[in-house]
């Protein structure tokens, strides 16, 4: 099992020192959300700074996939806005194409996205502008990995299967599984969403959650029961499993350093216990 670490937890170092760490800690890759300060895709001369990050990748051997949830690039207002539930929805789909372009340049292994928020009478418009990334994307050659968000248009793996289908099933079309969110919401056990989405699943994040509660957690302090879970997605993903701790940028060499032993903790367990 390979494990990454998401960037948009590393906001207060530059982008070089935060791979540097990550690699450093012992991870295996990197979830690189597009943001600010991190590979800004509407800053200047983005074909040669998305050169030097692909470089400092391979130097340091991170595999990358690119996230696209980044609060205020679009908007200094308005978090995440605008969505692909917007009336105008130029400027993030605008965003989606930039982040595919990148994902392609570095050989991403996926590029992830989310609905937005939104009235369910939006769902043809969600289709109607999700179908545009999925035909962009397939021209390039990239991986699309949708994420379920609590509260969102696409809320759970349910909703994700709709629109999978209303899209005819594409192939580059795959999902995004955020494991704390099947403990907040799904009515499945965390190890059987895995389970359940295993032949769709292109892209994990990890993070511990209570039910009910849309927090992301450090390891330990929620209510997953992770060896489980690790033996789940060992048995059926090959691709990166990436922590995804947002809101701890304070502390980010530590936190990063204990997730990843608590993560081998875990999987070592998982090990002992097949």
Known sequence: MRFGYGTNGFTNHRLPEALRVIADLGYDGVALTLDTNHLDPFGADLAR?????????????????????ARYLLDPWRKHSPTLMDDDPALR????????????????????????????????????????????????????????EPGMLVNDIADWRRLHDDLGRPANFGITLDIGHCR???????????????????????????????????????????????????????????????????????????????LRNALKEAGDHR
Do not use: K
Request: glycine share 8%; with cysteine; net charge negative.
């Open 93 to 148: 789909l605008e965003y989606l194409r930039r982040a595919v372009q990148v994902g392609a340049d570095l050989g991403a292994e996926a590029v992830s996205f989310w609905a937005g928020i939104g009235p369910a009478d939006r769902w043809d418009r969600l289709v109607d502008r999700t179908r545009q990334i999925v035909e962009f994307a397939g021209a390039h050659g990239v991986t699309l990995g949708f994420e379920p």
């Open 184 to 262: 907040c919401l799904e009515a499945l056990p965390v190890p059987d969403c895995v389970t359940a989405v295993a032949g769709e699943l292109v892209n994990v994040q990890i993070d511990d959650m209570r039910r009910g509660t849309h927090e992301h957690l450090e390891f330990g302090t929620g209510e997953i029961d992770f060896p489980p879970v690790l033996a789940a997605l060992e048995a059926s993903y090959r691709g990166l499993v990436s922590v995804e701790l947002p809101r701890h940028p304070h502390a980010a060499p530590t936190i990063a350093a204990q997730s990843l032993d608590f």
């Open 49 to 69: 700074r998305t050169t030097e990050v692909a470089a400092d990748l391979q130097r340091l051997g991170l595999a990358v996939v690119i996230e696209t949830g």
